[in-house]
């Protein structure tokens, strides 16, 4: 088994951020800029075969910032877990335990994104009720770091590429409400990256038979400190995650979602103003 981990540069300034320890994916030029670092990966995908018992994955230039992991960190950790098939070293604490789901969170900033997510699905024939879907550290992945061997990139390349399809060559309004933009970081960008972004995670949280190790979250930097007084009720909300998510056993929510509300209440501005108990809709 080899480990083939990418990592993709647009320009001088992208390429002297690249980590030595991993193999530099040229995009110079951006030709695709909308689609995001999934215009590269799928050209790779198109242009190579890929040995099933390699892992493969392919990092942003700002993999050190989000995560402060060097290459040799994450050899080291694909190295200790020889079982798995998926490795993902994914940053963000507080948007991975205060959500049920990433498309929860999605929502809450994105609004519209789960009604457009279920359109999609359902013109794929996979009914998701995102309103019971559980995900925590183990299946949630931000910024697509993660590391993988085919059986996983398989489904997500199927899944992403009838995505492509229907946003690049369709007339109607789903292609209109996918290109059009939304706010990320006070910089515009199409909705439909952010869908793509978080099908890593649906297909962890929909198939159970993939052997996943996900790197601890509590070792990645704090991308917002304002949620650091309440660290161990973010850690007691990912345990309930996955005590319903075992089980399947709603009084888990009952109790996640009060206590996730409280930890909104006191670390986040703009919950303020908000006072939504759910963001599904």
Same mark, same amino acid.
């Given at each position: 088994?080899?480990?083939?981990?990418?990592?993709?540069?647009?320009?001088?300034?992208?390429?002297?951020?690249?980590?030595?320890?991993?193999?530099?994916?040229?995009?110079?030029?951006?030709?695709?800029?909308?689609?995001?670092?999934?215009?590269?990966?799928?050209?790779?995908?198109?242009?190579?075969?890929?040995?099933?018992?390699?892992?493969?994955?392919?990092?942003?230039?700002?993999?050190?910032?989000?995560?402060?992991?060097?290459?040799?960190?994450?050899?080291?950790?694909?190295?200790?877990?020889?079982?798995?098939?998926?490795?993902?070293?994914?940053?963000?604490?507080?948007?991975?335990? &205060?959500? %049920?789901?990433?498309?929860?969170?999605?929502?809450?900033?994105?609004?519209?994104?789960?009604?457009?997510?279920?359109?999609?699905?359902?013109?794929?024939?996979?009914?998701?009720?995102?309103?019971?879907?559980?995900?925590?550290?183990?299946?949630?992945?931000? &910024?697509?770091?993660?590391?993988?061997?085919?059986?996983?990139?398989?489904?997500?390349?199927?899944?992403?590429?009838? %995505?492509?399809?229907?946003?690049?060559?369709?007339?109607?309004?789903?292609?209109?409400?996918?290109?059009?933009?939304?706010?990320?970081?006070?910089?515009?960008?199409?909705?439909?990256?952010?869908?793509?972004?978080?099908?890593?995670?649906?297909?962890?949280? %929909?198939?159970?038979?993939?052997?996943?190790?996900?790197?601890?979250?509590?070792?990645?930097?704090?991308?917002?400190?304002?949620?650091?007084? &309440?660290?161990?009720?973010?850690?007691?909300?990912?345990?309930?995650?996955?005590?319903?998510?075992?089980?399947?056993?709603?009084?888990?929510?009952?109790?996640?979602?009060?206590?996730?509300?409280?930890? %909104?209440?006191? &670390?986040?501005?703009?919950?303020?103003?908000?006072?939504?108990?759910?963001?599904?809709?």
């Amino acid at each position: 088994m080899a480990t083939h981990i990418h990592q993709i540069f647009y320009n001088d300034a992208t390429e002297k951020q690249i980590d030595r320890g991993f193999i530099p994916l040229e995009n110079r030029g951006n030709p695709r800029p909308d689609w995001r670092e999934y215009w590269t990966i799928r050209q790779f995908f198109l242009n190579n075969t890929l040995n099933e018992d390699d892992l493969y994955g392919f990092f942003s230039p700002n993999f050190h910032g989000k995560t402060l992991l060097e290459s040799r960190s994450v050899y080291q950790f694909i190295d200790a877990n020889p079982d798995a098939e998926v490795f993902h070293f994914s940053p963000f604490v507080q948007d991975s335990a &205060c959500y %049920l789901n990433m498309f929860e969170q999605g929502n809450r900033y994105h609004p519209g994104m789960i009604a457009l997510t279920n359109r999609f699905l359902d013109s794929i024939d996979l009914k998701v009720d995102f309103s019971k879907l559980g995900m925590d550290f183990r299946s949630t992945i931000y &910024c697509n770091f993660v590391v993988a061997k085919p059986i996983f990139w398989q489904k997500w390349f199927a899944i992403n590429e009838r %995505l492509f399809e229907e946003v690049e060559h369709g007339t109607g309004e789903f292609a209109k409400q996918m290109n059009a933009l939304t706010t990320y970081h006070k910089t515009p960008l199409d909705m439909k990256v952010f869908i793509m972004e978080r099908i890593a995670s649906l297909i962890l949280a %929909l198939d159970h038979s993939l052997k996943v190790a996900h790197f601890d979250i509590g070792q990645m930097p704090w991308s917002d400190p304002m949620y650091y007084p &309440c660290r161990d009720d973010m850690y007691t909300l990912n345990a309930l995650k996955m005590a319903y998510i075992a089980s399947g056993d709603e009084r888990y929510l009952k109790q996640f979602f009060p206590l996730r509300n409280q930890v %909104l209440r006191r &670390c986040d501005r703009l919950y303020g103003d908000e006072r939504r108990e759910t963001f599904f809709e």
